[in-house]
């Protein structure tokens, strides 16, 4: 089984940056790729950026370059840095890691892979 838990989602004015973070812990050694994903109010829950192993990176539109995803490999870890920051970027950002290995298409992963809880983000304007 593997838990994934996200930190730093907050409140930021519009302009603004914000570093999310995410570790996978237990049975993690097939993991080979992760991702984020983000659900805002009355919306559906819609890909953002993903990363595998390899350094492979895919970002969704919105992102328009304001977005870095990051990835340690070793650590199961993945980053996503937030910069220039809309109000229209508010929503739940959920990290999610699978052992496909795949960050292509618009929703690379799937809902048999490993997701969190989710860390709210917030952008006034």
């Known amino acids: 089984q593997v838990h994934l838990v996200e930190s730093g989602g907050g409140l930021v004015q519009a302009g603004g940056s914000l570093r999310l973070s995410c570790t996978a812990s237990g049975d993690i050694s097939r993991i080979n790729v992760m991702g984020w994903y983000r659900q805002a109010p009355g919306k559906e829950r819609g890909f953002v950026a993903a990363?595998?192993?390899?350094?492979?990176?895919n970002y969704r539109w919105f992102t328009k370059g304001r977005f870095t995803i990051s990835y340690d490999n070793v650590k199961k870890t993945v980053h996503l840095q937030m910069n220039s920051l809309e109000p229209e970027d508010t929503a739940v950002y959920f990290c999610?890691?699978?052992?496909?290995?795949?960050?292509?298409?618009?929703?690379?992963?799937?809902?048999?892979?490993?997701w969190g809880q989710g860390t709210q983000v917030t952008v006034s304007a």
């Open positions: 999610a890691a699978g052992e496909h290995g795949t960050v292509a298409g618009h929703a690379p992963f799937r809902r048999e892979d490993y």
């Open positions: 990363i595998n192993e390899g350094g492979a990176t």
